[in-house]
Nanobody, 127 residues
Framework: QLQLVESGGGLVQPGGSLRLSCAAL?????????IGWLRQAPGKEREGVSS???????TYADSAKGRFTISRDNAKTTVYLQMNSLKPEDTGVYYC????????????????????WGQGTQVTVSS
């Protein structure tokens, strides 16, 4: 059974950068899954930030475009979210999530598309 673990969160000043990682436990690869990064800010609903399809197509929330980059490593074991020019409104718990599907399935920012979730990693952007 797929289990996901996130890492890389922390406290960063506005304008700073973080790279989040999402890996599967037990050495499983992620190439059979669409992977999404979603976040939940205090008092708000969970929202999609970025997603990458099995074929490598990507999509971003408007708030993330131009600042965040999602990618897979060549070994297909890890999905990264590089976050630059961070803002206080980026603060929240960031989750990676996986969804099974064919190679033609598009990336998705919708939380309901995903059926396996990690525990989340806290990102705090504050001076």
């Amino acid at each position: 059974q797929l289990q996901l673990v996130e890492s890389g969160g922390g406290l960063v000043q506005p304008g700073g950068s973080l790279r989040l990682s999402c890996a599967a436990l037990s050495g499983l690869t992620l190439d059979a899954y669409r992977i999404g990064w979603l976040r939940q800010a205090p008092g708000k609903e969970r929202e999609g930030v970025s997603s990458i399809s099995r074929s490598g197509l990507t999509t971003y929330a408007d708030s993330a475009k131009g600042r965040f980059t999602i990618s897979r490593d060549n070994a297909k074991t890890t999905v990264y979210l590089q976050m630059n020019s961070l803002k206080p409104e980026d603060t929240g718990v960031y989750y990676c999530a996986a969804a099974r599907g064919g190679l033609t399935r598009a990336p998705s920012l919708s939380p309901e598309r995903y059926d396996t979730w990690g525990q989340g990693t806290q990102v705090t952007v504050s001076s």
